[in-house]
């Protein structure tokens, strides 16, 4: 996002300009092609072009110095660079929004939110890879426990989540295991910045019955975004036509959905449904894997 924002003002500037592409390759000695993938926000700037651009566009002091701030944070590293092996671009795009988003608005149709997840659970999710191994298991919970600190953090994003009751009910592991998750979520509930509601069963027909998605909001003037994640990658979605039929389908669950408070009821039923909350009923593979 840092990196959008950067592109977005380097294309404004040029266009205040009145230069063309061509015009700005000449002066930096390079691509057309390479100049609109700095301003399509494709690829990061380096702070020596970023001054030569700066020079071009004829930028004053006052302007010049907050500019290139954002050109170094742009091109800073992010909190998940230590599990960069573990990421594709899709996923560190994800992480990436959900660092700077000031809201985060999620619909899981049958699993519990990422962000949301117990540890227990997350690794009977991801071990359920069979190729992977002991050590990479290991590593993958540990990011999806490390994404959910931004919940804590000072400048949180607002969460608003919507779970199907599929979700729910759909038991991923030992009774144990979904008692704790449930008893998270629930806790959860109660946090100021965060919003959980339950879409029952009876709920009836709705736009977004079937596809899970995310959309991310942010401060300023930027635009919104949905994140679909399908089985082998995930994709972004950009074109407001688009954003805003999600948003609407969102809408709708949300007003389907029980109110939070009762959403929460529910979850407490869950936890009292499942009983006292015991380890021994941990399977041999769970017992195997989180030793």
Not at 91 to 101: P, R, V
Not at 135 to 153: E, F, G, N, Y
Not at 213 to 242: G, K, M, N, T
């Amino acid at each position: 996002m840092r990196r959008r924002r950067l592109a977005a003002e380097l294309h404004r500037l040029r266009a205040a300009s009145h230069l063309t592409l061509e015009d700005v390759a000449d002066h930096l000695e390079c691509s057309p092609a390479k100049v609109s993938r700095i301003e399509n926000g494709q690829v990061a700037v380096r702070i020596q072009d970023a001054r030569e651009l700066l020079d071009l566009y004829d930028v004053d002091e006052e302007q010049r110095e907050p500019l290139l701030q954002m050109v170094r944070q742009a091109r800073g590293k992010g909190w998940w660079s230590d599990y960069a092996d573990l990421l594709d671009e899709g996923g560190q795009t994800l992480l990436s929004l959900e660092d700077e988003a000031s809201a985060i608005l999620v619909y899981e149709t049958n699993l519990i939110a990422a962000l949301l997840q117990t540890r227990r659970y997350a690794w009977e999710l991801i071990s359920s890879r069979n190729d992977s191994p002991l050590d990479l298991v290991q590593r993958t919970v540990d990011l999806r426990m490390a994404r959910q600190q931004i919940l804590d953090r000072p400048n949180a994003p607002r969460l608003n989540v919507v779970l199907d009751e599929a979700s729910l009910r759909r038991a991923v592991s030992s009774r144990d295991v979904m008692r704790e998750q449930y008893d998270l979520l629930a806790d959860t509930a109660a946090q100021p910045n965060i919003s959980l509601r339950v879409l029952l069963f009876g709920a009836g027909a709705h736009q977004a019955m079937g596809f899970p998605f995310q959309i991310f909001e942010f401060v300023d003037d930027d635009p919104h975004l949905v994140c679909v994640e399908l089985l082998s990658r995930r994709e972004i979605l950009e074109s407001a036509e688009e954003v805003g039929r999600y948003r609407a389908a969102f809408n709708q669950v949300c007003e389907r959905a029980l109110p939070a408070e009762e959403s929460r009821n529910f979850l407490l039923n869950l936890v009292k449904e499942y009983g006292q909350l015991t380890y021994v009923a941990f399977s041999a593979r769970s017992k195997r894997r989180c030793s």
